[in-house]
């Protein structure tokens, strides 16, 4: 089991920044890859941004550039900071975590409660 809990999230002008973070316990040696996900109201979740146990990173087009991926050096902990944030950022994000990997892919199957974020134009 991996518990995760996020905090950070908030309200901010456009242009501005947040830092959301995200504390794992539990069984993280298990953890293959942590990620960001976000929700918008009636839209599906997206991935964000994605840091992986080798410490590989990965972005959405949409935030490249402008979010960046980061944990601790204990790896427990997960960063997601983002800048020079739009309207259309607002969402809840949420930190996933993921144990398997299958067809290349990371099978995020631990969810933190998740952070909300909104941006205001």
């Known amino acids: 089991q991996v518990q995760l809990v996020e905090s950070g999230g908030g309200l901010v002008q456009a242009g501005g920044s947040l830092r959301l973070s995200c504390v794992a316990s539990g069984d993280i040696l298990s953890v293959l890859a942590m990620g960001w996900y976000r929700q918008a109201p009636g839209k599906q979740r997206e991935l964000v941004a994605a840091?992986?146990?080798?410490?590989?990173?990965d972005y959405a087009y949409f935030v490249k550039g402008r979010f960046t991926i980061s944990r601790d050096n204990a790896g427990n902990t997960v960063y997601l900071q983002m800048n020079n944030l739009k309207p259309e950022d607002t969402a809840v994000y949420y930190c996933?975590?993921?144990?398997?990997?299958?067809?290349?892919?990371?099978?995020?199957?631990?969810w933190g409660q998740g952070a909300q974020v909104t941006v205001s134009s």
């Open positions: 996933a975590a993921a144990r398997a990997r299958m067809a290349g892919v990371y099978k995020y199957d631990y």
């Open positions: 840091i992986t146990r080798g410490g590989s990173t």
